[in-house]
């Protein structure tokens, strides 16, 4: 059915293929059977209440946490689909630092507290051999200003930087290498509202611009209606209902999607 | 004429569709028991019928916001495959509406920040895929739609959240039709328009039936329906017997 997406760059396979991964913890089940295809430039958001399993499943599928059952692939460059656990440890940092991003919720998890913005941006690409002072610093400045931070701030720590903007470097960080698959874990919570419609905006407009594909994170039905394609809505480790984001949440199936649904105003 | 002009854009058979309320004891609302309805190029077809039958409903099932309980709804896309938009992957929806159908719906949604020019560009300058002389005639155009839908141009710059519920319509209706779709899906268009723009969305209707698009409409004006549809249709021929 591929000649549907009726597009000249249609690709041809996912970006990633998660099948039946499962986590314990002792006799907890943190997550149970998930499976799903991601693909280039689709945002998905999976929601659900604390304890739903939603952080579990993104570390699974992230390789930062091995499942006690099923696969993870991802389509590395020339190599196609890979099976990420059974990578080397060195394979999973470069597929980390170069086609993968992970934002945290806390920014401080993400970034070098105790260096420069400007070193914090250029991180990975020194990672990746670049060495040229001037070139990564450009680089830097051209990154600061598209996440909206003045560039003047470039030699300052991100301790002098409020949350918004702290959680706008770690971006910034995240897609300098410019990834092709990015998890955000609630990269919004914490927030202020007038600071949390800024960075839901800038998420927007990057992740359209760089047909990034996403799995992000969140409990809010709001920012899932604004930036994810599809959603997965998860319950005691278990995905209830998954489908098209106006569909989930505009004609939910399942009780839970229901509830929650209904508990939010207007989402 | 040929036949990809001829043959239906939209075709529903045997649609259902009953919502479950899980939290009010399971109760069941019964609203489509079964349409059939086909829409060709260069129709416009009219709902009618009093608020509470369905007619946005039947709107939000061809473009699925709802999912149908039974049924089927196959839509002729851009690229002239068919797609049962009950059966789709997400994926399939997501390029579906991007490339095939129109749904302006009565409210815009607002999206933070953006301003209304680049709001109405947006349909056009995501085909432009960044590449700088696409991106200007994207605005151009969205320019134009402006213009035509009587937007003082000193609005083009900024976010239309804080505008009048008649100027965010016409936003939203410029931002949904500045791409020539072959299916448009209106819910009530004209609803908080004057003569003179109500005038001009009936001139845009007719203009898009004369390209060959098909339509399928609400209008809670008894004028505009009588003077855009070739067909009208009362969405109570598909309600349940009750």
Known sequence: MTELLWSPSAPSQPLLRVSGIQKRYGQQVALHEASFELWPGEVLAVVGESGSGKTTLLNAVAARSRPDAGRVEFDVRDAGLQDVYAMSEAQQRLLARTDWGFVHQHAADGLRMDVSAGANVGERLMGLGHRHYGRLRATATDWLQRVEIDPARIDDTPRTFSGGMRQRLQIARNLVTQPRLVFMDEPTSGLDVSVQARLLDLLRQLTRHMQLAVIIVTHDLAVARLLAHRMMVMQRGRVVEQGLTDQVLDDPQHPYTQLLVSSVLQP | ?242
């Open chain 2, 1 to 242: 004429m040929s036949f990809a002009m001829t043959s239906p854009v939209l075709t529903l058979s045997g649609v259902a569709k009953r919502f479950t309320l899980h939290h009010q004891h399971g109760a069941v609302l019964p609203v489509f028991d079964r349409v059939d309805l086909t829409v060709a190029p260069g129709e416009c077809v009219v709902l009618d019928g009093p608020s509470g039958m369905g007619k946005s409903t039947l709107l939000k099932l061809i473009h699925a916001n709802y999912r149908a309980s039974a049924g089927h709804i196959v839509v002729r896309t851009a690229g002239g495959a068919e797609l049962d938009v009950t059966q789709a992957t997400p994926r399939e929806l997501v390029a579906l509406r991007r490339h095939t159908i129109g749904y302006v719906s009565q409210f815009l949604r607002v999206i933070p920040r953006v301003s209304a020019l680049d709001v109405v560009a947006e349909p056009l300058a995501e085909d432009a895929g960044g590449e700088p002389l696409a991106m200007e005639s994207a605005r151009e155009q969205a320019r134009a739609w402006l213009a035509r839908l009587r937007i003082p141009e000193r609005l083009w710059p900024l976010p239309p959240a804080t505008f009048s519920g008649g100027e965010q319509q016409r936003v939203n209706i410029a931002r949904n039709l500045i791409k020539p779709k072959p299916l448009l899906l209106l819910d009530e268009p004209t609803a908080s328009l004057d003569a003179a723009n109500t005038q001009t969305v009936i001139d845009l209707i007719r203009e898009a039936r004369e390209r060959g698009a098909a339509l399928v409409g609400i209008f809670h004006d008894a004028q505009v329906g009588e003077a855009v549809a070739t067909r009208r249709v009362p969405v109570a021929s598909f309600r349940s017997a009750a």
